[in-house]
């Protein structure tokens, strides 16, 4: 590198958006990739680790379309190490602000995912695929707690993977805070990539309400019934001027997605109902905030 590109670095690190996507094989890095040129990064796929920064270097030079470069990192590439924060680490000091994204899934899933398109893991060798899988979590285990942003697809199809992408990545500015609320159900397990838990079991179910039963949150009358409940409005209010006053302070410090996950037992009436609500006070606060389902539709 010039030092004149040196110095052009320095004084225009906003000028490329960079994306690094990592994570486990049969998580959905292709989808991810593909969500991502749809919205108008070039995307590089199983780029070694080693060229980097090489990549970034000709973004920047090349301008253009090219300034949005997204690169895929893939253990089975020869020259893929464990060491990407040591990478990512260099990007930084050159002047670059790469985002690093890490796709994971449940094991269970991952199995069932390779079996149905009848592959062995690439770190499998004569083992069972439990053992590539395993081998790939410690390969990866610090790239996943250094990244930025965490997508689980355990529960999301093609088209809802592809959805969460462009909401992140979209045109909205890349340097604000992106605030996910998701609705759960707790009987289908707590969702890893969660930063806040918030618990509205508290509420009275509207599974127990015959004409409510076969509706969801997201309808005008179940809505109605679970912000009617006492102390509802309360704990939405509550969390919204908590998740609004520590805002700035996440962005401070670098933070550009923000996961707050809200449970019932079952994903369906009352996570969903105060999730929409959250996120309405939120947007209302002008945070950029946007609701997720997890689990609505499972039963």
């Not at 079996?115 to 499998?124: F, K, T």
């Not at 019932?264 to 002008?286: F, N």
Request: glycine share 10%.
């Amino acid at each position: 590198m010039t030092e004149a590109m040196g110095d052009a670095l320095e004084s225009d690190e906003a000028g490329t958006d960079l994306v690094v996507v990592t994570g486990l094989s049969g998580g959905g890095r292709s989808t991810v990739a593909r969500a991502l040129e749809n919205v108008g990064f070039y995307v590089v796929d199983n780029l070694p680790q080693a060229l980097m920064l090489e990549m970034a270097e000709l973004a920047f030079a090349a301008g253009g379309a090219a300034r949005r470069t997204a690169m895929v990192l893939d253990v089975r590439s020869r020259a893929f190490s464990t060491d990407l924060t040591g990478a990512v680490r260099e990007l930084k000091e050159r002047g670059f602000a790469p985002r690093v994204v890490f796709v994971d899934a449940d094991d269970e899933v991952l199995i069932r995912r390779f079996e149905s398109v009848r592959r062995s893991h690439p770190l499998q060798g004569d083992g069972r695929l439990a053992d590539g899988i395993a081998a790939e979590r410690k390969l990866l285990e610090e790239a996943r707690e250094q990244s930025d942003v965490i997508i689980d697809t355990s529960h999301l199809n093609v088209n809802q993977l592809r959805r969460r992408v462009e909401e992140l990545f979209g045109g909205e500015d890349s340097r604000k805070l992106r605030i996910t609320v998701l609705s759960f159900g707790f009987k289908y397990g707590l969702p890893p990539d969660a930063d806040y838990v918030l618990d509205a079991r508290f509420l009275p179910n509207p599974f127990w309400v015959p004409e409510l039963r076969e509706h969801t949150g997201l309808e005008e009358g179940v809505s109605s019934y679970v912000l009617g409940q006492d102390g509802a409005t309360d704990f939405v209010g509550t969390y919204a001027g908590l998740i609004a006053s520590t805002a700035p302070g996440f962005e401070r410090e670098g933070k550009r997605y923000l996961t707050v996950a809200i449970g019932c037992t079952g994903g369906k009436h009352r996570s969903v109902a105060i999730t929409e609500e959250l996120t309405s006070r939120l947007s209302g606060m002008r945070l950029s905030a946007h609701a997720s389902h997890r689990d609505l539709g499972r039963e």
